[in-house]
């Protein structure tokens, strides 16, 4: 996986090939970030960077040859001029095609397993296929679906004692192939005090080794091992970002992807997950239920809460989230202004659909409206009856839009 492969995050990127560039490379690295902000594939991608052949011939001595005079007597270049900065992997050398397979020799990885059976001690290269499977399909996947696809069912991964005994083992050996040899552990969260065998080699690894650690919860690392690290913080998707994404690589039409993008909260996964919904029109579903409550009679809204009712709970949620995330914009277009730069920003359709809104309900009753669709996807979730509860919710909107009611228990 190259840097390019990834969505958003040029700051980051450019941190670390400056790392390697300005040799202040740690031996630790801590990749913390929130589910779907891409901190795995981030680590995979500098991984190959590592070890990519143009990226060590330029940084780590083949330079001195291109700097020596030149046979043809062709001016040579200054030893103290730093090569031009490289900002990713080739992508075709023989160490990337390897790193993008994830069987390069100089490149480990550590993540929580589970028993094969009872009595089992497992490790990491237990599940090696699964693994590269996992990555391939689901590189922005979060625990539950690495364990899903493992078929853990109800048991938690966890990385194990025997997993420490061996990190140490393989690390302990010489490279093959590169200068550095790279672990690349994956939710650090699940190793629990076993983990403390590994802080000597953490603290005097053995040469040109590097650490690169992938969690998404700070709080529940060993503190003993989080000391020892580098944190490279990886913030959250814009919007923006993941509307780029979703258009460029998966080729969704550029209005659907700001819709999924919208209620995605910076969490690519999640976008990823929504993609199969990427055919649907929520803000027309959104008109049409609102025609319904005020103006159309109970006849269309019955028709209406028919059609949602068959849709899967997931596609429910999603559509209550992006009306949720109108009325968000609605409330933020009422402080900033009509005419504000970040309102221009905005496509037409939608900015003038939250301009209706403002028009219809005030920021009390938008208040309410939010409150209530939070409840019911609290109670989808929870697997209520589709048709009883969007009939619950017409209600309540109807007497907060026409009525001007305050919310009331349901």
Not at 151 to 157: D, L, P, S, Y
Not at 237 to 257: F, K, N, T, Y
Not at 324 to 351: C, D, F, T, Y
């Amino acid at each position: 996986m190259v840097f390019a492969e990834i969505a958003g995050q040029s700051e980051i990127k450019e941190k670390l090939t400056e790392m390697v560039q300005q040799n202040r490379l740690s031996h630790a690295l801590l990749f913390l970030g929130k589910e779907g902000s891409g901190a795995l594939p981030l680590a995979l991608a500098f991984a190959q960077y590592i070890v990519c052949e143009k990226v060590s011939d330029m940084y780590y001595g083949n330079t001195a040859t291109a700097a020596s005079p030149s046979l043809f007597g062709d001016a040579s270049s200054s030893p103290d001029t730093p090569p031009p900065m490289r900002s990713d992997a080739c992508g075709i050398c023989s160490a990337c095609l390897k790193a993008a397979a994830l069987v390069h020799p100089d490149i480990h990885f550590s993540y929580p397993v589970i028993p094969k059976k009872s009595g089992d001690k497992p490790v990491s290269t237990d599940y090696a296929t699964e693994w590269r499977e996992f990555v391939k399909q689901m590189p922005y996947g979060n625990l539950y679906d690495w364990l899903q696809s493992i078929n853990a069912e109800n048991r938690q991964g966890n990385i194990t004692a025997d997993e420490c005994n061996e990190i140490i083992r393989k690390l302990s050996l010489k490279t093959f192939e590169s200068r550095h040899k790279v672990l690349v552990m994956w939710m650090p969260e699940m190793l629990g005090k076993e983990g403390n065998k590994l802080l000597k080699l953490i603290e005097e690894p053995p040469p040109n080794t590097l650490f690169l650690l992938v969690a998404e919860n700070e709080s529940m690392i060993l503190q003993t091992i989080l000391s020892r690290c580098q944190l490279v913080k990886i913030p959250a998707l814009s919007d923006a970002e993941i509307a780029d994404a979703l258009h460029q690589r998966a080729g969704v039409a550029v209005e659907q992807s700001r819709q999924i993008a919208a209620i995605c909260e910076g969490n690519y996964r999640e976008a990823l997950q929504h993609l199969h919904h990427a055919g649907d029109d929520w803000q027309h579903l959104v008109r049409e239920w609102l025609n319904a409550i005020l103006k159309n009679g109970p006849i269309s809204l019955v028709k209406w809460i028919e059609e949602v009712s068959k849709q899967g709970r997931e596609k429910q949620k999603q559509f209550l989230r992006y009306f949720n995330h109108l009325l968000e914009q609605s409330v933020r277009i009422r402080i900033l202004g009509e005419n504000s730069e970040w309102a221009s920003r905005l496509p037409v359709s939608e900015k003038d659909f939250i301009l209706r809104i403002n028009k219809m309900a005030n920021l009390e009753q938008q208040e309410a409206i939010v409150e209530e669709l939070d409840k019911a996807a609290y109670y989808i979730e929870r697997n209520a009856n589709a048709k009883m509860l969007f009939h619950a919710l017409s209600l309540k909107l109807f007497h907060i839009l026409r009525d001007k009611a305050t919310v009331k228990p349901w």
